[in-house]
């Protein structure tokens, strides 16, 4: 296994996971320059748990649920398979679904429409290394 490395661990990029383009255009939209947002309901697409560790938190939205796709699992994986402290932000979903979440180890929750808001505060939060 290749190591990452200080560059790569700087790069400042999360990810969104929704199947919701309006939702992903308004982030991406909103997202401060040198930030990269990467789309996908297939973790495993982004590489092995040490290349989930590249990214400096997740926007999960709770109201996206396909065949292919339960935000519960995406949870589970990251917190119980790969025991990452990656850290999930929840949008929306109803309050079954949040307690689920809750159980499930994400960290916080809030309304779809505070999205946007909330992501030029995370990515504040998360900027370091300038």
């Known amino acids: ?33 040198g930030w990269e947002l990467v789309a996908t309901l297939d973790l495993d697409s982004l590489g092995t748990f040490d290349q989930i560790l590249m990214y400096r938190f997740i926007f999960l939205d709770l109201d996206c649920l396909t065949d292919d796709f339960d935000p519960q699992d995406a949870i589970r994986k990251v917190r119980m398979e790969w025991m990452l402290n990656v850290a999930i932000f929840c949008f929306g979903g109803s309050d079954d679904e949040r307690d689920q979440a809750r159980l499930n180890r994400a960290d916080r929750f809030f309304e779809r429409d505070e999205a946007v808001a909330r992501l030029a505060q995370f990515c504040h939060q998360y900027r370091w290394g300038e």
């Open 1 to 33: 296994m290749s190591e990452p490395t200080i560059a790569a661990r700087l790069q400042r990029k999360f990810i969104v996971m929704s199947n919701d383009a309006a939702w992903h255009d308004a982030l991406l939209a909103a997202a401060p320059e």
